[in-house]
């Protein structure tokens, strides 16, 4: 049995009674529930919302939408959505949420299908491990196997609530596929936390109201790309921000190191395919993670290179690398969007930068580039002990220097 679970709740934090609000005549949730019924890889739709009184009305819709229904836990979603599959004798879950109405049936069977045939090689099948669909496209298919997996095991409570930030959190432990959009789609947004979110919805809704046929994902990405200014609105909130907030809430735990192993590959990757990554990268061409595997499993031979996997609370949340030549050493340093801001940064520059001069024999200065405009760098390095010693072009870019001495530890 192959279940699609869409999560709703009517008790959202940024924008209450969402799923239930209206664009074109129907309700959020009606929209999601229509498209997902015409994809042809699934055997049931679940509902899966909570016990609370205010959510008897989404319990409502699904049973007139002829979909099943199943309430459970508020926050700790993961037992929501294990319940919900256990009831359902799902043995493929497919994770969809409430607030995405312009799903596209089509992204929901690809991703299924690459999970469907590549049963033994992936655990865990997404289109956002890196995201090219737009925000609101979001399909995740794992087993139920993988899904007790990570009920038994999930302890944060950012875990308990983002379903599947488990997986995020170990990609050592799950092979993890993913299916790509032709383009990189990822900076559109449909889905709903905000009322700009909702405009933007309602003016796509009514554009195509009438037709026989529903938008899919390229119908909508052409229509944007002809109304630009619609975008305008929804386009500086970013992704994933409720679970940025989780993170925050959850309790904060020392930051350790340890050398990174083939199997972070995909977690470089993704860190590496961030916005705020590349922006501060000196090479911003795109490859592929067959390319960067390559790239990768080179680095981890070469004895001049090191590359520290920094973890809290069990999650890997950055990395910190140094690529030695003689005496001195150039480092990087990246924090997972969805953890920055935490104080990680600084705390990992600075052990990683202990470690590498206790286990790098001969090096005496590290030097981090920086591009002028970085605060957010400057500052990480400033607080692990970098003291600005001038300027240097990297690539054609003018950055400033700061540097390390092994003496100043
Ligand atoms: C730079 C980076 C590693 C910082 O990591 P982080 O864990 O978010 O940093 P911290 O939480 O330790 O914050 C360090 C300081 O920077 C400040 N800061 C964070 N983001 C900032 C921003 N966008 N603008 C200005 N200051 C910022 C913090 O407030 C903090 O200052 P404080 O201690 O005075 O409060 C992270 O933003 C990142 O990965 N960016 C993309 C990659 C990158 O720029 N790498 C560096 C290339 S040289």
Redesign the pocket.
Known sequence: MIVAIIQARMGSTRLPGKVLMKAGGKTLLEHLVRRVKRARTLDAIVVATTENLEDDAIAALAKKLLVGVFRGSEHDVLDRYYRAAEQAKADTVVRLTGDCPLMDPQVIDRVVSLFKKNQRRYDYVSNVRPPTFPDGMDVEVFSFKVLQKMWREAELPSEREHVTAYIANHPELFAIGNVRAKKDFSHLRLTVDTPADLTLISSIITAFAGRKNYPDAQDIVAFLKRHPNLIKSNQHIGRNEGYAKSLREDPKESVTLRKAVMADARFLYELRNEK??KS?SFSTEAFSFASHRQWFRKKLADRNSLIYIAKAGGASV?QVRFDARGKSAEV????GDA?????????MVRSASKRFFSEYSGAKKIH????PE????K??FG?AGFRLAGSKTVKGTKCIDMVLTSNSL
């Open positions: 705020a990554v501060a950055g990087s340093v990246a924090v953890h920055r801001g935490l104080g990680y940064g600084s705390r981090a580039y920086i591009k970085n605060e957010a760098s500052k990480v607080k």
